[in-house]
């Protein structure tokens, strides 16, 4: 595998379910991020991960909860999720202050 | 003030023609601006950037022109190509963090017809 993977592509969940996503980059970088891509809106940055540590957490609900056990992984746990947070969510990973790599997104609905 | 607008919102051009796509901003911490391309079911690719010490950037096809006094950058495709029918958005990187946080346009979606 190369670049930036996420698992699953697709992802059907009831308000009610605990589910997680999962990202990894083959890329050794040290920042990861997690964004959210809605119709017609702007992508929205969720949380960055600067050399392992949280450095930014854009107001994001609580039912988010990031996770990056290291700098190749990343992950975003949901529960108790919402109809409007079906959507999108893309990771991306980039050296600190260089261009940043996108994987090919979770497709979530919630149900 | 950390907004990056977009437009037009959607384009139809057709092939070997050119098209524009046009984004504007207001904070002028802003010192790196990127566009991306995402085809359907991947995720955004770079396609190319500028810093606002220069005011045109070419890529083959691809230009970024950038007025640093208007606050304004967009992006040219020349000889545009069914395969470039995409969604394209801008973006703008604000100088002074250790990582990149980018501010995206809202997103072109740019069809090319045969």
């Known amino acids: 595998e190369t670049g930036v993977t996420q698992t699953p592509r697709h992802l059907v969940m009831g308000m009610t379910n605990k589910k997680s996503l999962k990202c990894e980059q083959h890329?050794?970088?040290?920042?990861m991020y997690w964004y959210k891509q809605s119709a017609k809106k702007p992508l929205e940055l969720m949380f960055v991960?600067?050399?392992?540590?949280?450095?930014e957490n854009n107001s994001v609900p609580s039912r988010f909860s990031p996770e990056c056990p290291n700098s190749s992984h990343l992950f975003l746990h949901l529960h108790t999720l919402q109809p409007e947070d079906s959507a999108l969510y893309l990771c991306a990973s980039s050296q600190v202050g260089d261009e940043q790599f996108f994987g090919p997104g979770t497709r979530l609905t919630v149900l | 003030q950390q907004q990056v607008k977009q437009s037009p919102q959607s384009l139809i051009v057709q092939k070997g023609g050119i098209s524009i796509i046009n984004c504007a901003y207001e904070n002028t911490a802003f010192d790196y601006f990127p566009w991306y391309q995402q085809f359907p079911g991947k995720g955004p690719a770079l396609l190319i950037a500028i810093r606002p010490d220069v005011s045109e950037k070419k890529e083959g096809r691809f230009t970024i022109s950038f007025n640093k006094s208007a606050k304004q950058f967009s992006l040219h495709i020349m000889d545009s190509q069914p395969g470039d029918s995409a969604t394209y958005f801008c973006?703008?990187?604000?100088?002074?963090?250790?990582?990149?946080?980018?501010?995206f346009g809202q997103g072109t979606i740019l069809t090319v017809h045969p």
């Open positions: 973006a703008a990187l604000a100088g002074g963090t250790s990582y990149g946080k980018l501010t």
């Open positions: 890329l050794g970088h040290n920042a």
């Open positions: 991960y600067s050399l392992e540590e949280r450095v």
